[in-house]
């Protein structure tokens, strides 16, 4: 069964702090791992796509990298408007999208 | 800019009241996607347009319906919403299948 796993499921980082975020998956075939950004109350807001294993991408303070079993997110130097919840989500053979829970980040000045 | 829009932004039904949301998109992609995403949860797909074709999600409650009138829009009908129907409604879009989706801002529906 196709599967997502996010943690820590929280973060608080002051600014200035860097840190990563991990996003575990088992899926049949993958085609496109995905990074979102989400807002309260708002629609996720689309960052990166992955393909394979050994590609890196890269936004601003952002930077996503995937491996055969994991992707991770590393921010650096966070600002107080980093501060969302980033969501993982994988694509497999059945062409669908299975998201993670979210890991909630807070940048505190 | 090329987009996804949904409204309304906040909708408040009744118990048992029909009420519908509606999703435009401007990206001239191929399927349109409705979630629902409660609070801390991740969004939990409901069903997906390919072009005009259907697809439901085998654990979607048969409350939902939903209509695909042209490539642009497509709506959401709730028949009966129960309290537990309460829940921020998600409307995204990919050029195709297994392609990044972008997502619109949501409806967030309260049930009275």
């Known amino acids: 069964e196709d599967q997502v796993t996010q943690s820590p499921e929280a973060l608080r980082l002051q600014e200035g702090e860097s840190s990563s975020l991990n996003c575990s998956y088992t899926?049949?075939?993958?085609?496109?791992l995905f990074w979102y950004r989400q807002d309260p109350g708002k629609g996720p807001e689309f960052l990166f796509t992955l393909y394979s294993a050994g590609e890196e991408k890269e936004k601003e303070r952002l930077k996503a990298t995937l491996t055969k079993k994991e992707s991770f997110l590393h921010i650096t130097a966070p600002k107080p408007e980093d501060s969302a919840t980033y969501l993982c989500?994988?694509?497999?053979?059945?062409?669908?999208?299975?998201f993670g829970t979210g890991t909630l980040l807070a940048v505190q000045p | 800019d090329a987009m996804v829009i949904q409204n309304p932004r906040y909708q408040v039904t009744q118990f048992g009241k029909p009420v519908t949301l509606s999703c435009s998109q401007t990206l001239n992609h191929n399927v349109m996607y409705w979630y629902q995403q409660k609070s801390s949860q991740a969004p939990k797909l409901l069903f997906h347009?390919?072009?005009?074709?259907?697809?439901n999600e085998a654990d979607t409650p048969d409350n939902f319906q939903s209509r695909r009138p042209n490539t642009s829009f497509c709506f959401l009908d709730i028949r009966s919403p129960g309290l537990g129907d309460a829940a921020m409604y998600l409307c995204a879009t990919s050029r195709d299948m297994g392609y990044e989706q972008y997502f619109g801002p949501g409806t967030r529906l309260t049930v009275t």
């Open positions: 899926v049949s075939g993958l085609r496109g």
């Open positions: 347009y390919y072009d005009k074709d259907f697809n």
């Open positions: 989500a994988v694509g497999g053979a059945t062409n669908k999208l299975i």
